[in-house]
């Protein structure tokens, strides 16, 4: 309620009863002088009572005004995170917009406000209003002064950021410099201060700290999202995740039957011819003269698989006996080394690669433990069966009898996924029944891989050039080369954030964003369908979502996404939807680049409807990068945003913050 100045009418009246008590004092009075002062009273008061409603009228007006301009100046503070001469204009131009002194004549008015500090504004206003009536009696005035001060009070809230971590994130915000991390001056740096600065606006704006919940969920995303985290803590069962994964990958082909055998010990010897030049001893000594023959050879037994006795031979010395020069003749020594191999088992050696589509077993791999994986292949390697095998199968082997040739690295799956089954549509509106990837709250079926999600594992595909067909190779082409990773950090699900000392971000946050770091391409589409996945209050994560609703009935929902470039799908990368040249999951075969873009922005523009069908308000940030349509069409209406620069960023993520507060009037 607004103050009232009591100071005058207190005067008044004092005046009034000195006057009456004179009139009844005084016994000589007429009843004319009795009639005046009655007269003179009743005008007193009506005229008390007239100044005083006016008084009154200005006083509301003024609280009015009062608390209109520390509203405006706190709404623009949240834009600019400052409250500096822009902001004071702000207010002060509301304040003079919503008091009009013409209506008693004020006169003499003041405004002024200020920052607490603490997020609040605070304001004082103060007029002088000239009296009606009550000048005739020397009260020629009146001063009213009111306070007022409005702040941000935070009911509890959800905030989903879905975070564009792509590559161009090590640039700095004008885009260059992009040859190297810039460190502090990259976007990446920005973008972790500015989350860091979103957290003390929220939660210095909670007044209830006990009643009051916030949380924030977060989805990284690049041509892929990590559901890591999420799964090592069982809120994702591994069963979501299928056990046969068709890849575009490396097949070795092994169908050449040798044998292959135990040799025994070897005895040396040697053997000499007389009578022949320099040149022929050499080639005496590799078994090439006087006649052509192997090296080593069988002299006995054979062939396998029965006992075969080899001999090996090598140069031993040459001495002349006669003749000069290159004619000159003389005895000649080989080394001669003698072994039998026996007991053959029949074997097959490497015959070659093949570069293609196969479906592999990959349950080894589910519960994130290492998993050997072939990388390369010795031209004489051998395995006991005929066949072709996966770089999971075969490393498998090694190690194991007459397995040979193998070259092979650890791998561990980091929770990144493939998405499920989708169908090829350039519209995406209505969604198709069949685009599983886009619905965003079923569960995989037991059983059905069309609804399960598949692994991300990069070692295991590899980039075979520009030919849609098999290739095949006895050695690893040039340009044949298995792809790189392009998961990003972890997703996190819906996690409180400690609001009572808003000045210091909790240590689980700051470690959180110091994670995030710059590497892979832009597919928006898979960032916002995961961003509404994890937060839908009805799909896989909901028991996460709704949370404790008897203590928290009523929670606002926000997705916040920031980007800082186009969406960026290339035909020649391995992403969420797999080798997009070879496998055609959401555009036809031969689609280019710029064509597969308009596929992929279909599909971010169709998960940013279910978001907003969800209950969600998606805010929407380009950092350094100019908004498209399909940006502000994203966005719940009016809250796309452009930031050019770090500072920018960070009064944007302020100014969300307090549009997802709500400005009150504290005072």
């Known amino acids: 309620m607004p103050r009232r100045s009591n100071a005058p009418e207190g005067q008044i009246r004092a005046a009034m009863r000195a006057l009456i008590g004179s009139l009844l004092r005084d016994t000589a009075g007429t009843t004319m002088g009795i009639a005046l002062a009655t007269i003179i009273l009743l005008v007193t008061l009506v005229g008390s009572g007239t100044d005083m409603a006016r008084a009154y009228m200005t006083k509301t007006s003024l609280q009015n005004a009062c608390d209109a301009g520390v509203l405006a100046g706190r709404k623009a503070m949240a834009t600019s995170g400052t409250y500096g001469t822009s902001e004071t204009a702000k207010a002060n131009k509301m304040f003079n917009f919503n008091f009009n002194p013409l209506a008693t004549n004020s006169q003499n008015i003041t405004f002024n406000t200020s920052s607490s500090g603490t997020g609040a504004i605070s304001g004082t206003a103060s007029t002088q209003m000239p009296t009606v009536i009550m000048g005739i009696f020397g009260f020629k005035s009146i001063t009213l002064t009111v306070e007022c001060s409005a702040e941000l009070q935070m009911a509890s809230a ?19 410099s992009c040859s190297s991390d810039q460190g502090s001056l990259s976007k990446m740096a920005g973008l972790r201060s500015a989350i860091l600065d979103f957290y003390k606006t929220v939660a210095a704006a909670v007044v209830d700290k006990t009643n009051t919940r916030i949380r924030f969920g977060f989805v990284p995303y690049t041509a892929t999202v990590n559901m890591g985290g999420i799964i090592a803590s069982g809120d994702m069962p591994t069963s979501y995740f299928a056990d046969m994964q068709p890849f575009q990958t490396a097949v070795a082909v092994y169908k050449t039957p040798i044998y292959v055998g135990t040799t025994g010990p070897a005895t040396a010897t040697t053997q000499t011819l007389t009578g022949i030049t320099s040149s022929q001893c050499t080639n005496y000594g590799n078994n090439t003269y006087p006649t052509t023959g192997s090296n080593p050879a069988t002299v006995a037994g054979g062939p396998p698989p029965a006992d075969t006795t080899w001999a090996t031979y090598s140069y031993g010395s040459w001495t002349r006996t006669s003749g000069s020069g290159s004619s000159s003749i003389g005895t000649c020594v080989r080394n001669v080394s003698t072994a039998t191999t026996r007991n053959y ?24 433990g290492t998993v050997p994986v072939v990388t390369n292949i010795a031209s004489n390697s051998t395995v006991p069966n005929e066949g072709t095998y996966d770089m999971v199968a075969l490393a498998a082997l090694n190690g194991t009898t007459g397995v040979t040739g ?17 169908v090829q ?24 891989p069309t609804t399960q999600w598949k692994i991300y594992e990069n070692d295991l595909v590899w980039y075979r050039g520009t030919g849609l067909g098999t290739r095949t190779a ?4 040039s340009g044949v080369v298995r792809e790189s990773s392009q998961c990003p950090p972890r997703a996190m699900l819906f996690t409180e954030v400690d609001t009572t000392t808003p000045t210091v971000a909790p ?23 995961w961003g509404a996945r994890l937060a839908s209050p009805t799909g896989i994560f ?4 709704n949370a404790d609703p008897v203590k928290y009935p009523s929670v606002s929902r ?51 409807t279910r978001a907003k069908n969800a209950g969600y308000t998606v805010w929407l940030i380009g950092f350094g990068t100019t908004l498209t349509t399909q940006m502000t069409t994203c966005a719940t209406a009016g809250r796309a945003y452009f930031a050019g620069d770090t500072t920018t960023l960070n009064n944007t993520f302020k100014f969300i913050a307090g549009q997802v507060a709500d400005l009150r009037i504290n005072k």
């Open 158 to 176: 959800d905030v989903m950021f879905v975070l564009d971590t792509t590559g161009s994130m090590r640039c700095q915000p004008s885009q260059s």
């Open 345 to 368: 088992q029949l074997r097959y050696q490497f015959t070659n690669w093949s570069f293609q589509p196969l479906t592999v077993n990959v349950s080894s791999f589910k519960g994130m």
């Open 406 to 422: 193998l070259t092979t690295t650890n791998t561990q799956w980091d929770g990144c996924i493939e998405e499920r089954q989708t």
């Open 425 to 448: 549509n350039l519209a995406m509106n209505p969604v198709p029944s069949g685009a599983k990837d886009l619905d965003i709250d079923s569960a995989p079926s037991a059983g059905d």
């Open 474 to 477: 006895t050695s690893i082409p």
């Open 507 to 529: 240590t689980w946050l700051t470690n959180y964003v110091n994670t995030l770091v710059p590497a892979g391409s832009t597919y928006h589409d898979i960032g916002m369908i």
């Open 542 to 545: 909901q028991s996460n979502v």
């Open 558 to 608: 926000h997705i916040i996404f920031m980007t800082d470039g186009d969406m960026a799908p290339t035909i020649d990368s391995y992403s969420a939807y797999g080798e997009e040249m070879y496998d055609n999951r959401v555009a036809p075969s031969g689609t280019n680049n710029s064509t597969l873009t308009n596929y992929h922005n279909n599909r971010f523009l169709a998960a940013c």
